[in-house]
Each structure stands twice: as structure tokens, then as C-alpha cells.
């Protein structure tokens, strides 16, 4: 899904992909009294520079929050006691920033995808028992 996505947005003329950058904030605009997120202010990885986009239109899409236990116990208390084997980057940065500026959480929080995994840590970095396994989430 990922590369087919990409590919298609990478032929559009009026889309930019901009990897090694790191989003830190959203820019919000107020207007007639409704906030509107314009943009984002990010951090080029590979010049260490600060970069702000403004836009019409924001689409954030980000990574889960698997390996952050606040927003684990605050969204799906009934899995803060499982043990996650995600990317150690799943961490709900996109989604903190999007509650920061007033996001309403939508939609069906109560459950994931899981992987039986037999053998795995109790506690720990489960990530590196599925490396190459097939079973990173």
C-alpha cells in the first residue's frame, strides 16, 4: 500500500515528498473564529535546518503509540499491561501534536492487531524478538 501510495503522489504534480524530515509542531491559522492547521514545522535530519511548509491543506499521517504507555493507558487501558513488539518509533508524535491544537480523538480505539508470540519477553523490547520474523507491528 505504502509504495503504490507513494508512487501515485510522487506523480502529482502539486505534491512534494520530503524525506529525513522530522515534524516537531503544527501551524494553525485562526479565522471568523476557527482554528485551521496550515502547515507544519519541521527539522531537516540531514542539514540540522528548521523548515516551516504552509498549506492549504495538512494530511498528518503517523505512526502508532505502541510504545508510549500514557497514551496507551489513556486510549486502550484494557492492553496497558501488553507487551508491544512495534517500531521503537511508535510513540503518537502526530497524534499529540494534532490533541495539542484541539483534535477530537474518532473513531474505534478499542482494539489492535496482535501476533501470537510465544517465547517473547515479558517485559522489555519485544521488538527484537520479531525482527525478521515477520512480526513487526
Not at 476557527?34 to 504552509?54: N, Q, Y
Amino acid at each position: 500500500i505504502e509504495t503504490g501510495l507513494l508512487r501515485k503522489l510522487s506523480s502529482l504534480e502539486n505534491v512534494q515528498i520530503l524525506e529525513n524530515h522530522i515534524a516537531l509542531d503544527l501551524l494553525v491559522e485562526e479565522s471568523a473564529g476557527r482554528r485551521m492547521c496550515r502547515g507544519v514545522l519541521a527539522l531537516d535530519s540531514t542539514s540540522g535546518e528548521f523548515v516551516a511548509w504552509r498549506a492549504n491543506v495538512v494530511l498528518l499521517a503517523s505512526g502508532g503509540f505502541a510504545k508510549n504507555g500514557a497514551l496507551v493507558h489513556r486510549f486502550v487501558p484494557h492492553y496497558r499491561h501488553a507487551v508491544f513488539i512495534s517500531g521503537e518509533g511508535n510513540v503518537g508524535d502526530g497524534l499529540k501534536m494534532a490533541l495539542e491544537i484541539g483534535a477530537c480523538p474518532y473513531g474505534n480505539w478499542s482494539g489492535c492487531h496482535a501476533t501470537g508470540a510465544l517465547g517473547s519477553p515479558k517485559f522489555g523490547d519485544a521488538g527484537a524478538w520479531g525482527r525478521g520474523r515477520g512480526h513487526e507491528h
